[in-house]
């Protein structure tokens, strides 16, 4: 395990790490996840292997510190991701980044453009969303205030997303997760969709090939984007198609 102090309190970023060659490839997991259990399986694939590969937790997640004040704003996850990757002494990444992490690694490639050469972003949300009330995601554990969240409103997410969901999503910090969520659903200034297309470097959008919630394809095409619908999975693509998600990402990364 390695490990990187990321903000002026000494928090730390840990990540697991694969040796091989350069550029270095880091996996980025979503909200109330953790790297190292969303994309060993993919790191290690052999259209995958053999490159440097960091498989890290953002703050507040999995195996990394849970400051209680940090604010957990897509911008300082990406700064303290930024942070942990300097430490490491990377430049120049290939990420792949999955739903929230997605958008983190927009927004680490718009801030701090030379630790990024190339993007492949795995069902990432691009645009904001509002609150739902019953519903397991960000959106839902938005829905709530932080007081309400903290008092017992974790509880009733813990019940609505599963066992599956829940087996990492127990290990974030109560105040992570949830500032994490209302950051995630309110998006940044541009959007995280305005970003990603003004950005230079390649990048490939994976979506699951039933999924019909993503708009504006044909202008995320039209900005060089590369889309790919990947079949027999759901949001979790490198979890239910690890064969499927492989392909694709080789093929974003060649």
């Known amino acids: 395990m390695r490990a990187a102090?990321?903000?002026?309190?000494?928090?730390?970023?840990r990540w697991v790490e694969l040796?091989?060659?350069?550029?270095?490839r880091v996996y980025v997991h979503g909200l109330g996840s953790t790297s190292p259990a969303y994309f060993a399986e993919a790191a290690v694939h052999p259209l995958?292997?053999?490159?440097?590969?960091?498989?890290?937790?953002?703050?507040?997640h999995g195996i990394s510190d849970r400051p209680t004040d940090f604010d957990y704003t897509l911008e300082s996850h990406a700064d303290a991701l930024a942070a942990a990757l300097t430490?490491?002494?990377?430049?120049?990444?290939?990420?792949?980044?999955?739903?929230?992490?997605?958008s983190v690694a927009?927004?680490?490639?718009?801030?701090?453009?030379?630790?990024?050469?190339?993007?492949?972003?795995?069902?990432?949300?691009?645009d904001p969303v509002e609150p739902r009330p019953h519903w397991g995601g960000g959106s839902g554990i938005a829905f709530y205030s932080?007081?309400?969240?903290?008092?017992?409103?974790?509880?009733?997410?813990?019940?609505?997303?599963?066992?599956?969901?829940?087996?990492t999503m127990r290990l974030a910090g109560r105040q992570?997760?949830?500032?994490?969520?209302?950051?995630?659903?309110?998006?940044t200034r541009p959007t995280m969709r305005e970003l990603l297309v003004g950005l230079p470097v390649p990048r490939t959008y994976l979506l699951p090939d039933a999924d019909d919630t993503l708009t504006g394809i044909e202008s995320l095409t039209e900005a060089g984007i590369t889309v790919t619908r990947i079949a027999d999975c759901g949001h979790n693509i490198m979890l239910d198609n690890p064969e499927g998600f492989a392909r694709a990402t080789a093929a974003g990364l060649a």
Request: net charge negative; proline share 5%.
């Open 5 to 13: 102090a990321v903000t002026p309190a000494g928090d730390l970023m």
């Open 19 to 24: 040796p091989g060659a350069e550029p270095a």
């Open 48 to 60: 995958l292997a053999g490159h440097r590969s960091l498989l890290i937790d953002l703050l507040g």
């Open 87 to 102: 430490s490491a002494g990377v430049i120049g990444a290939e990420l792949i980044a999955h739903s929230m992490g997605g």
């Open 106 to 126: 927009i927004v680490l490639a718009a801030r701090h453009p030379h630790l990024v050469s190339r993007l492949v972003l795995v069902d990432a949300n691009l």
């Open 146 to 167: 932080e007081e309400e969240f903290l008092a017992g409103g974790w509880e009733e997410i813990r019940d609505l997303v599963g066992p599956h969901w829940w087996s």
């Open 176 to 187: 992570a997760l949830y500032r994490s969520a209302v950051h995630l659903i309110r998006g």
